[in-house]
């Protein structure tokens, strides 16, 4: 199990494999099942996630499609796999290091394809949540880049939230990122609730009280044969790009000064 920098202000990772379509999914789950929970990752449950697809049209209709899913998690729900037909997912709420996040995608992603035999891979996303609470030391505008702050200050009468989102192409991938300050404290985005994962006490100690969400999710979407060596270079190319993200969403004072980083 990570665990979790004291002073980092990132509190929730994920990294997503996606790959080959594999319609009997379902008898490899078994196998890897056990394999995960060697890992550390004992506790399972068979879910379906709830999708809305719009079916074009004269008269546009909107189908509810339900996909299959298997999640595995460790004892105290801090971290974990998602597993797909075509996708492998490892999230967690208690990030420490990129080294140790990396280890855990790989081995997951190994124990998979020891069990199903992947022909490729053809979309690696990488997506960090950072809470910036601000305090009486450390005021937001001593935290995020003024253009992430916007107007927040400066229109009149009680502010509700405010919402950025930059999209970008760099190094042949996406990179979008996204701030929410709210003076209700750190709101977790929209496609994560509810959130599965226990998120760290900070989080709902930041409740009643100003703080932002900066969000920070880079995808590469190019299909090659399967190999984990070209997939561990893509997730250190790919926090490359997100770490960058963060430097340039932040200011100095607040990552040497309040984070230690």
């Not at 069990?115 to 979309?123: H, N, P, T």
């Not at 990552?255 to 230690?260: D, V």
Request: proline content about 6%.
């Amino acid at each position: 199990m990570i665990t979790p920098a004291a002073q980092a202000p990132v509190f929730y990772a994920l990294a997503q494999i996606k790959f080959n379509w594999i319609e009997q999914m379902a008898n490899y789950v078994g196998p890897l099942q056990d394999a995960l929970r060697r890992q550390g990752y004992p506790d399972f449950r068979e879910d379906h996630q709830l999708h809305m697809q719009v079916v074009p049209g004269p008269q546009p209709d909107v189908q509810r499609q339900e996909a299959k899913r298997w999640v595995f998690t460790d004892q105290a729900r801090k971290e974990g796999f998602i597993l797909l037909k075509d996708a492998l997912i490892f999230q967690t709420a208690c990030y420490s290091s990129f080294t140790a996040f990396k280890e855990a995608v790989l081995q997951g992603l190994e124990a998979l394809h020891r069990e199903v035999e992947l022909a490729y891979v053809d979309r690696i996303g990488m997506r960090y949540l950072d809470a910036v609470i601000p305090s009486n030391a450390y005021p937001l505008e001593q935290l995020l880049s003024p253009g992430l702050i916007g107007l927040y200050r400066e229109i009149a009468g009680d502010p509700r939230h405010a919402v950025t989102e930059t999209v970008s192409g760099v190094a042949g991938g996406t990179l979008v990122v996204r701030t929410l300050i709210s003076p209700q404290g750190v709101v977790l985005p929209p496609d994560l609730q509810p959130m599965s994962l226990q998120l760290d006490s900070r989080i709902a100690a930041s409740q009643g009280q100003e703080a932002a969400v900066l969000d920070s999710d880079y995808y590469v979407a190019r299909r090659d044969t399967f190999d984990s060596q070209a997939v561990a270079h893509q997730l250190d190319a790919s926090h490359d790009v997100i770490l960058e993200a963060f430097r340039m969403a932040t200011t100095q004072q607040a990552r040497t000064q309040l984070w230690q980083l």
